[in-house]
């Protein structure tokens, strides 16, 4: 997956309007940690709703933000790689 890509989608994910695009690798940390607090933000809204609709859309969230992550860290670490070689 593509760098812009990856992006675009957390935008998307994240409902973020205006987010400034720097350096690949500053993006993706930007919105790894802005994924990570969102994740926990979901998770205490999980844990603290019963189980009914709004649950299932919670869950759901989540499993979309682990997604991201999990995405957003290869492209990291391919970066990283790439830097290293130089």
Known sequence: M?????????????D??????QKKKKSVRKLLKKLEKKREEVENKLSTHPKN????ELA????????QIKKGKKL???????DAKR
């Open 2 to 14: 593509s760098i812009k890509k990856f992006v675009r989608d957390v935008k998307e994910v994240l």
């Open 16 to 21: 973020l309007k205006h987010f400034e695009e």
């Open 53 to 56: 609709k709004q649950s299932k």
């Open 60 to 67: 759901d969230e989540l499993e979309l933000i682990h997604y």
């Open 76 to 82: 990291l670490d391919k970066l990283e790689k790439k």
